[in-house]
């Protein structure tokens, strides 16, 4: 059965570095591939896919992703942490014709 | 922008009662779902729903649970006989087509079971 992996239950950054929340995902067969995040008290909000084609993914707010094949990787980053960016975020992983398999998560704490 | 509506966003139970969770999916969606959170975990996978059916469903979706889309525009998910290790928040989630297009989430409801 396919599984993902968030290294990592907890980030801390300041404002202003960079954010990397790691994700990786253990398949022969690369799924597609989400970011999720959830603000306290809120659903989840998709951040970006990979389903097919150019490998870097380009979301909202500033973040992106790449898959990489070799790695089993989905690695979330952004640039430059804004105090906004704090909450719980979520990768999650499906094939056709299964549902969406979530990550355990990991809550980024952005510091002043 | 068109949204999943889920109601309530919270409840209260006691033990052994049942409940109705409700859920109006974006409405030109055809794949329906319902996720849970218990606190401090990860969401999980409870049921997907196609074409008037379940189309797949986990471990955890037993026989104390069951889905249905009664009209139109609603779907529901029911839980019988409650158990304390059902407080959770429940997600229910819609999309156009399975897998590859976006899967929307709704707020969620939170479940207290007493």
């Known amino acids: 059965a396919q599984s993902v992996t968030q290294l990592g239950s907890h980030v801390s950054v300041s404002e202003g570095a960079l954010v990397l929340l790691r994700c990786n995902y253990s398949?022969?067969?690369?799924?597609?591939l989400f970011w999720y995040v959830q603000y306290p008290n809120q659903g989840l909000q998709l951040l970006l896919k990979y389903t097919t084609g150019a490998t870097l993914v380009k979301g909202i707010n500033g973040f992106e992703a790449e898959f990489k094949k070799s790695e089993t990787s989905f690695h979330l980053t952004k640039p430059s942490a804004h105090m906004s960016d704090a909450a719980e975020y979520f990768c999650?992983?499906?094939?056709?014709?299964?549902?969406?398999?979530f990550g355990k998560g990991t809550t980024l704490s952005v510091s002043s | 922008e068109p949204e999943v509506t889920q109601t309530p966003s919270h409840q209260v139970t006691q033990m052994g009662q049942e409940v109705i969770l409700r859920c109006v999916p974006i409405?030109?969606?055809?794949?329906f779902y319902w996720y849970r959170q218990i606190l401090g975990q990860k969401v999980e996978f409870l049921v997907s729903f196609y074409n008037n059916e379940i189309s797949e469903k986990s471990e955890i979706f037993d026989d104390q649970f069951s889905v249905e889309r009664p009209d139109g525009s609603n779907f529901t998910l029911k839980i019988r006989s409650t158990k304390l290790e059902d407080s959770a928040m429940y997600f229910c989630?819609?999309?156009?087509?399975?897998?590859?297009?976006?899967?929307?989430f709704g707020e969620g409801s939170w479940l207290t079971v007493v």
């Open positions: 989630a819609s999309s156009e087509r399975d897998s590859k297009n976006t899967i929307y």
């Open positions: 398949s022969s067969v690369p799924p597609y």
């Open positions: 409405s030109n969606h055809l794949y």
């Open positions: 999650a992983v499906s094939y056709p014709g299964t549902a969406l398999i």
